[in-house]
């Protein structure tokens, strides 16, 4: 009898579990997310869960950094040509569809002052790794998903941070690989 009430117990305890892991958000903080723009580096985006053709190595230089604001040059690959362009975010607590105790980055570009900008949200900050996770809603309201790293990490992100990539942005019906540790270097996007 005692091991058909535990085996009862272990059911429940684990529908319980099961149940509650698909209601928790997901969110970084605002002192994560300080830390993982504060770099002097190159801060590549190493994977996104959407593709853009003949865009790669994509990485961003700050310029400025303070609880609020982050200027910074974005470089990257278009069809093998060098681009750059210069931006800045607003850093902001999230909303409560966002995420109770989270951080959004909405990044602006100075070029088209009317545009409300990009509202990312941060999923998630790995110190030891230097990786983190972005995501944002595109116009059709679908949740899209960025992977970042510090210079010295970038070559081994993939691998290192492999399992957070699977868990924060498991529903991708697709994929891109940005950054090519053999290919991708500080500076192409000048």
């Known amino acids: ?48 869960s ?8 994509v990485y961003a230089e700050m310029k400025f ?30 909303t409560k569809e966002e995420g109770t105790g989270g951080v959004t980055l909405t990044v ?25 996770f972005l995501s944002f809603r595109n116009n059709s309201g679908h949740a899209l998903c960025e992977m970042y790293a510090w210079n010295e990490d970038a070559g081994d992100a993939l691998e290192k941070c492999a399992t957070y990539y699977s868990i924060y942005c498991q529903n991708s019906p697709t994929e891109q690989v940005v950054y090519n540790k053999d290919y991708c270097k500080a500076q192409l996007g000048c």
Not at 2 to 20: K, S
Not at 50 to 57: G, M, W
């Open 108 to 132: 602006h570009n100075p070029k088209a002052p009317s545009s409300p900008g990009r509202r990312y949200l941060l999923l998630h900050w790995d110190p030891q790794n230097h990786c983190g």
């Open 1 to 48: 009898m005692d091991i058909l009430l535990h085996a009862f117990i272990f059911q429940v305890l684990i529908g319980t579990i099961a149940a509650y892991k698909e209601e928790i958000t997901y969110h970084g903080t605002t002192g994560q997310l300080l830390v993982a723009l504060n770099t002097p580096s190159p801060f590549w985006m190493i994977k996104r």
């Open 65 to 94: 950094l303070n609880n609020s604001h982050y200027y910074f040059t974005q470089y990257y690959l278009e069809d093998n040509m060098p681009r750059r362009q210069e931006l800045y975010a607003t850093i902001a607590a999230a």
């Open 50 to 57: 959407y593709n853009i053709s003949k865009h790669s190595c």
